[in-house]
């Protein structure tokens, strides 16, 4: 159960009943990790109180110009209330008397000497009330946010260029700056009427809790570049917590659960419950991701599309003056949409809904291809080409309402793809991340070839998800054939995850069958397996399974009844065992239905070729380190050292086991619909 939710610059922090603290949104400092303790968060830092009463700090330890001030090194000594500022912490000891550290360029962590009942670190000035009700202000006074006025207070809060306290009587006063930063009014420093139970600040707006339970929040609603972003912008509902964020606000509901809103550029908002979501007890199966634009952790990135609800993609379609698409839209589109829309709500259970709108006309640029490929600058060449795809759309195109955007080249000249999070800056607004299709140009003209598969993949990098094959192929050395083996290429998932091995020439496993118009039928082996059902854990990250089907494993030995991933039903879809704070160890079970059928591809001829997706059903186990970067191996198949080699094909039948990072994992049981596997800890 959350007891409080905090806010930091660009983060937001739950502490849990039992004393865990569980962080989303920015972690480049480190500032969202879990801890424990009552908590508190600075910009790019946050801080607790143990049990014991000691604190402990963790994030940044610098100020903005990388110079150490020590923000993050508390004093040794008890403590009974710690507050978090821009680069400076203050603490109230267990005698009442104040204490700060980090950055004092304005004396803002030189504490009056007496004694308080509460501190609250600002940006560069602190305000605490003392024990006879007064409020006391030191540090920076350059907008009159040290100035506190007289009376008797309960709480006071600090925030950039303004102070507001609650006072005896319930009603919020303020004090200093009423602009923002770029000298226009904002109002955070003007409290409404009425009685109050909390208040707090950050730069320029301002929230409270009043006393029947409802949320107002006052002060800038924008981002620092004047655009909308809704931290002042409260829920309806009643609520126990508020705090505010530099753009951002959060509530803990009298329901218990967590709703924020705001800036969500880092994930500190990320969508109500989603604490709540993360206290279960599969918290220790769920790694903070590495600091990146996409991640194999949790949470997803703050700029992700959402993947529950309706995806809204606005579709463009452009070509080039050396590269003329000799097709309609209409063909083009044919080629990759439906697949995309198809495959992205099977993945989802029916949880994700997208809808495709296109601008049915080619978009010709205003130069030939070469002219935005030149070498060295193909990724500003881009954003170049899409920035011109948006200025011819705009006027009979409307870009309102959309949450992605797709470019498509002609398919007769390009293949290839990939994604850009930026996305489209347009007449009505932002419209992102946008995936590139058919990016790369080919050697020689062909007939418009299908695509549905890449924008797939480029649509889930907008969900977050990282590539999971390396960007350095010298990693991923090939296989040579031996004697009377060939190399077989394994994939599983839409995002690359890959492994080759050497298998029997004529392996019936991988026999291709070709039925003929006659009803004559040949036989041919494919080099190539593509298991394309996406991955368990992906679809965990993306909120596609629930917690009740997730089996996180913390005991020495564990058997676990899995149901296929493309068809789980209500069982068990995935177990996952924690091997350390980023590192998991999962096991999902493969079936031929879904993505995963063998495919009847057709021929204009009447030729028809039966191609397996997998050599066997059974039980895949693969390793996910949520700490490596996309592109840099997040996660690997089981026997997978790095190099992309297995030693045979990577799924376990009935009576089969394997040993991977310490555990042995079996296949006990097989009826058809589920496996049965046992994990046990050690060698067999």
Known sequence: MITTVVTGGYHSCALLSYGAILCRGDNYYGQSVRAEGPITAGTFHTCGIRTDGTVNCWGSNNDSQDEYVGQADAPTGTFTAVSAGNEHTCGIRTDGTVECWGNNQHDQATAPAGGFTAVDAGSSHTCGVRTDGTVNCWGNNALGQSSAPEGGFTAVTAAWGHSCGLRTDGTVDCWGSNNDFSGNFAGQATAPAGTFSTVRTNDTHTCGLRTDGTVDCWGSNDDFMGDFAGQATAPAGTFSTVDAGALHSCGLRTDGTVDCWGFNDHGQTNGPGRFSTIELGSSVCRPYGAASYHTAGFPLPGWAVPSIGTMRVAVLFVDFPD??????????????????????????????????????????????????????????????????????ADPSFDFTGFDAAMTVLPSSHFGGGENDFAGLRTDEGPVGPVSRVNTFAIDEPRGPLT????????????????DHYPYDDSLHQPLEP??????????????????????????????????????????????????????????????????????????????????????PGAGVAMAVVPLSETEMLVIESRRRIGYDAVEQERFPNGVVASVPKLAVEGV????????????????????????????????????????VAGYTIGVVAADGNTHVVQITKGRP
């Open 620 to 659: 895949l186990i693969y390793t996910v380190d949520a700490s490596r970067l996309t592109g840099e191996l997040p996660i690997k198949l089981a026997g997978d050292s790095g190099n992309g080699q297995v030693d045979s094909y990577p799924i376990l039948t009935r009576g089969e086991r394997a040993f």
């Open 323 to 392: 590269a003329v698409a000799t097709h309609s839209t209409e063909v083009e589109a044919a080629l990759g949409l439906p697949y995309a829309e198809a495959y992205l709500e099977a993945a989802s259970y029916g949880r994700l809904d997208v809808e495709f709108v296109a601008l049915h006309r080619w978009l010709r640029a205003e130069n030939n291809y070469d002219h935005y490929a030149s070498p060295g600058a193909l990724d500003s060449a881009r954003v170049v080409v899409d920035s011109e795809a948006v200025r011819l």
């Open 482 to 567: 031996s004697g009377s083996e060939t190399v077989v290429r394994s994939k599983f998932g839409l995002m690359g995850l890959t492994a080759v091995f050497r298998a029997r020439a004529q392996d019936r496993r991988h026999r291709i069958d070709w039925t003929y118009p006659n009803g004559s039928i040949s036989t041919s082996y494919t080099e190539l397996l593509d298991a394309a059902e996406m991955l368990a854990w992906s679809r965990w990250q993306l909120g596609w399974l629930d917690e009740s089907q997730v089996r996180c494993i913390d005991t020495p030995a564990a058997r676990v009844r899995l149901g296929p991933v493309a068809d």
């Open 451 to 466: 695509w549905g598969h890449v924008a797939a993949h480029e649509l889930m990098h907008g969900l977050g998800l990282t």
